[in-house]
């Protein structure tokens, strides 16, 4: 005779909808600045008989690019209001802790498929440390990007604010090439992350994907990292 075996469930309200909004703005505004970019880094011509569709066609691309660069940062400073205001938000690498290395160790070799499971957490030290540096890829990106947008009025506001990113990377152009390759570090960063919840989410029932929609792990076990929610 078969038994049955019940799994106790719990729920954590862990992601606010600041987070819920900022996550899925930051998933369409990555790939659309990434695209975008890429087209004003290389732009492609339209047609060979009506030259000024290209020129045309690449204002827009332009356009596209600026507004979706605003928007990203907007979202950013909601974002950030979030952090303040909801301790799920807050869940930040521990550095100043030593089993957040050991247990950063651990994950990833779990996820390198070298160690079978790992400690349970609502977020694991790899995730953190990786969400922190994506973050500051972000912040660079921001920078650079600001720091040309403004080149053409240097004057102005904007000019002031972000005119000194270009003197301290020595020139416009080597702020377009950090601008540049942080955007494909963080393309890099995205593929690893969508791996890593997907994984979690049907491999592991950590419910990572779905809780980026209701807010809310329902997790089998007790995480480590519990008490970061107070």
């Given at each position: 005779m078969k038994s049955v075996k019940e799994v106790q469930r719990k729920e954590y309200y862990i992601f606010t909808p600041f987070t819920r909004i900022f996550h899925w703005i930051m998933v369409v505004s990555i790939l659309v600045l990434f695209?975008?970019?890429?087209l004003i880094t290389k732009p492609m011509?339209?047609?060979a008989t009506e030259p000024y569709l290209t020129s045309a066609s690449m204002d827009l691309v332009r356009d596209i690019h600026f507004l979706f660069a605003f928007l990203f940062t907007a979202s950013l400073i909601l974002k950030i209001y979030g952090f303040i205001t909801n301790g799920g938000d807050?869940?930040?690498?521990?550095?100043?802790?030593?089993?957040?290395?050991?247990?950063?160790?651990?994950?990833?070799?779990h996820y390198m498929l070298l160690k079978p499971h790992h400690a349970p957490f609502l977020r694991n030290p790899l995730a953190r440390a990786g969400y922190a540096a994506c973050y500051g890829m972000i912040a660079?990106?921001?920078?650079?990007?600001?720091?040309?947008?403004?080149?053409?009025?240097p004057s102005a506001t904007g000019g002031t604010l972000f005119g000194w990113v270009n003197t301290i990377l020595g020139s416009e152009m080597m702020t377009h090439y950090v601008h540049h390759y942080v955007a494909w570090l963080i393309i890099i960063f995205a593929i690893a992350h969508v791996y890593m919840v997907v994984r979690a989410e049907f491999?592991?029932?950590?419910?990572?994907?779905?809780?980026?929609?209701?807010?809310?792990?329902?997790?089998?076990?007790?995480p480590k990292d519990e008490a970061d929610l107070d």
């Amino acid at each position: 005779m078969k038994s049955v075996k019940e799994v106790q469930r719990k729920e954590y309200y862990i992601f606010t909808p600041f987070t819920r909004i900022f996550h899925w703005i930051m998933v369409v505004s990555i790939l659309v600045l990434f695209v975008t970019g890429l087209l004003i880094t290389k732009p492609m011509d339209v047609t060979a008989t009506e030259p000024y569709l290209t020129s045309a066609s690449m204002d827009l691309v332009r356009d596209i690019h600026f507004l979706f660069a605003f928007l990203f940062t907007a979202s950013l400073i909601l974002k950030i209001y979030g952090f303040i205001t909801n301790g799920g938000d807050r869940l930040f690498p521990h550095f100043w802790k030593g089993h957040f290395y050991s247990d950063t160790v651990e994950v990833a070799l779990h996820y390198m498929l070298l160690k079978p499971h790992h400690a349970p957490f609502l977020r694991n030290p790899l995730a953190r440390a990786g969400y922190a540096a994506c973050y500051g890829m972000i912040a660079i990106e921001i920078l650079t990007g600001f720091a040309m947008y403004f080149m053409t009025s240097p004057s102005a506001t904007g000019g002031t604010l972000f005119g000194w990113v270009n003197t301290i990377l020595g020139s416009e152009m080597m702020t377009h090439y950090v601008h540049h390759y942080v955007a494909w570090l963080i393309i890099i960063f995205a593929i690893a992350h969508v791996y890593m919840v997907v994984r979690a989410e049907f491999m592991e029932g950590e419910s990572e994907v779905s809780a980026m929609f209701s807010g809310k792990k329902v997790l089998p076990h007790t995480p480590k990292d519990e008490a970061d929610l107070d």
